[in-house]
């Protein structure tokens, strides 16, 4: 007998994340997995602990809205502007091909043409839910592959408000329908649109002016939640998604001096509600249904996985230009189902372009693909050290005995130095090289370092990278840093990282990886020489210092700005001479105050 009311509803679901989360936490499959199955046991078709309806179902997207909120508060317009390649070559490369060969799957199953147009394009949407939550448990929204697929994701949710409009005009009254609806549906669409824009550009930054003056976290928190839930409830009576509109919302605010503030009061929220909906996403499920066709559900979740997973990595090798682990985990990401197909086969149901029974098994094989997908992502996190190349010597057996606190990967001369310090300060380190013979010689020395490749996972292992708190990257290749830097990035968050990089270019891209810090290797030697030429050069020693010291201030933050645009050359081109333009007038200045 299933709880009743919202209070038992409630109690089971707080029951079912406190026992369900931890344990497949430590089993390292995720929360995702972990809802998932706890709403199949307590669903209807299981146990029957909480009878779900529309209402709560209705109620638990909330989650996914405040999710796409705080992802939007991390991206500016100039850094979704970068996106907009990804964004419609590969989304939209994504969404058409696989609508095309999974609608051709289903019309040579023996549906109608109509039916298999309908399926085809809801099983070519992905999970929004699943995807970016799979990526932000792994810290790896900021990679290059956790990009590409919220491009995707977000090129899906643009093309939901076409694809809903579809269905009526192919349905048995879809001729009687006028240009002049659509017309107004359009309409509506930008209009929705204009005034998010509107909100977000001319009365949010007010109004969290206002509330903040109060210093009631209440009342901060309220607003938070009314701009995130009004722009979803604006775009959604338009037609569009509410998960779009809330995501846009964050866009405007993320240059705001709220953001962080904002990013703080709605987490707890998020977290819950989107627990909440992978719990119904779970409940959904009929599993006497699934025990009936079984054989036809295994066919068409292999199916699906398997064509779109093969679709998204060669579009991710030849279109994004990921690397082979990036494509892989794109594609792992961004397989199944997702829960817009929901909608379109409900949609397509109530206008008899399906019959009931071929959208019962489409959405059993959309849940079914969605409940595989961490499991699915964790087989493939587990390939890449299998592809990486075999050395031409074996690698040094480290003692399993290491527990440092710091790892150094490159003993080169910048290494070197890094090392000498920590030995000096008897900090307990390990250091790594790639170079056998610079190996050999560094141990005629006395320095304890290993013949190793820090880019493959045992040797970080046997590092003892899970013990160590501070990871020192002074590798010379540039490649093998990126690749080093996203290995641990991944596989030991709690890790600092600080990089060594080549030039700006070098460190634009560990700068994606979200690094702790990043230093240029010939920037501090650069300004001691500068500052000693500007001595020659006849200024006083203090007045050398100063100057040099501003340019430091001034070049960092034009190096934290332009990684912002760094994938646009014109707008690269023009913010450096921007910045340059005024340094000098820095520095004019500077000239003005000492006369």
């Known amino acids: 007998m299933g709880f009743s009311g919202y209070l038992g509803s409630a109690l089971v679901f707080l029951l079912a994340t406190v026992v369900a989360v931890p344990l497949f936490t430590r089993l390292k499959l995720g929360a995702v997995l972990a809802y998932l199955v706890a709403g199949?046991?307590?669903?209807?078709?299981?146990?029957?602990?909480?009878?779900?309806?529309?209402?709560?179902?209705?109620?638990?997207?909330?989650?996914?809205?405040?999710?796409?909120?705080?992802?939007g508060l991390e991206l500016s317009f100039q850094r979704l502007t970068l996106m907009r390649k990804a964004l419609f070559t590969i989304g939209g490369l994504q969404v058409a091909i696989s609508a095309l060969l999974l609608g051709i799957?289903?019309?040579?199953?023996?549906?109608?043409?109509?039916?298999?147009?309908?399926?085809?394009?809801?099983?070519?949407?992905?999970?929004?839910?699943?995807?970016?939550?799979?990526?932000?448990?792994?810290?790896?929204?900021?990679?290059?592959?956790?990009?590409?697929?919220?491009?995707?994701?977000?090129?899906?949710?643009?093309?939901?408000?076409?694809?809903?409009?579809?269905?009526p005009l192919l349905g048995d009254n879809g001729a009687q329908m006028e240009l002049r609806g659509a017309a107004m549906a359009l309409l509506h669409v930008l209009g929705a649109l204009a005034g998010v824009?509107?909100?977000?550009?001319?009365?949010?930054?007010?109004?969290?002016?206002?509330?903040?003056?109060?210093?009631?976290?209440?009342?901060?928190?309220?607003?938070?939640?009314?701009?995130?839930?009004?722009?979803?409830?604006?775009t959604a009576a338009a037609g569009l998604s509410m998960a779009f509109g809330a995501f846009l919302a964050g866009v405007l605010l993320a240059d705001s001096e709220f953001r962080h503030e904002i990013e703080a009061s709605i987490e707890p929220f998020k977290?819950?509600?989107?627990?909440?909906?992978?719990?119904?996403?779970?409940?959904?499920?009929?599993?006497?249904?699934?025990?009936q066709e079984s054989v036809r559900v295994v066919v068409g979740v292999v199916g699906l996985l398997g064509v779109k997973f093969a679709l998204l990595y060669a579009i991710g090798r030849r279109a994004a230009r990921l690397e082979h682990d990036d494509a892989l985990r794109m594609s792992a990401v961004l397989a199944q189902g997702g829960e817009f197909a929901f909608v379109l086969l409900t949609l397509?149901?109530?206008?008899?372009?399906?019959e009931p029974s071929a959208r019962d098994l489409l959405t059993a094989v959309v849940v079914v693909s969605m409940a595989l997908t961490p499991l699915l992502l964790l087989a493939v996190e587990r390939l890449p050290a299998s592809a990486s190349p075999v050395p031409a010597q074996p690698y040094d057996d480290i003692p399993q005995d290491q527990r440092p606190r710091v790892i150094v990967a490159g003993f080169g001369r910048f290494g070197q130095i890094v090392s000498r310090i920590l030995r000096a300060q008897r900090i307990p380190f390990v250091a790594l090289e790639q170079n056998a013979q610079q190996v050999e010689t560094s141990r005629r020395f006395g320095s304890v370092i290993y013949y190793g490749d820090p880019t493959k996972p045992e040797v970080l292992r046997a590092a003892g990278a899970e013990h160590a708190k501070h990871f020192v990257l002074a590798t010379d290749d540039p490649e093998a840093s990126v690749r080093t830097a996203r290995l641990v990035r991944r596989l030991y968050p709690h890790l600092k990282v600080y990089a060594r990089a080549r030039n700006r270019a070098h460190a634009y891209r560990l700068m994606d990886l979200n690094v702790h810090y990043v230093v240029r290797e010939t920037l501090h030697s650069s300004l001691v020489m500068s500052q000693q030429v500007l001595s020659g050069l006849g200024l006083e020693p203090e007045q050398a210092i100063e100057r040099v010291e501003r340019f430091r201030q001034h070049d960092e933050r034009m190096l934290a700005a332009q990684h912002l645009v760094y994938d646009d050359e014109a707008k690269l081109v023009q913010s450096t001479h921007e910045w340059i333009a005024e340094l000098e007038q820095l520095f004019a200045e500077d000239e003005t105050g000492q006369a």
């Open 40 to 71: 199949a046991l307590v669903g209807p078709h299981a146990l029957g602990l909480i009878q779900a309806d529309h209402e709560q179902l209705a109620a638990s997207e909330l989650g996914v809205v405040l999710l796409l909120f705080l992802i």
């Open 105 to 167: 799957a289903v019309w040579l199953s023996g549906q109608t043409g109509r039916t298999a147009l309908v399926a085809g394009f809801a099983l070519a949407m992905s999970s929004t839910a699943v995807g970016v939550q799979l990526l932000a448990e792994r810290k790896a929204l900021g990679s290059p592959h956790g990009r590409t697929v919220l491009a995707v994701l977000l090129f899906q949710d643009l093309v939901a408000v076409p694809a809903i409009a579809l269905i």
């Open 197 to 234: 824009v509107f909100l977000g550009r001319v009365l949010t930054r007010p109004v969290f002016r206002y509330v903040a003056a109060t210093r009631s976290q209440e009342a901060f928190t309220a607003a938070t939640l009314l701009i995130a839930l009004g722009t979803a409830a604006l």
């Open 271 to 291: 977290g819950l509600l989107l627990g909440l909906f992978f719990l119904g996403v779970g409940m959904s499920v009929d599993w006497p249904f699934v025990a």
């Open 348 to 354: 397509a149901a109530g206008e008899h372009l399906m």
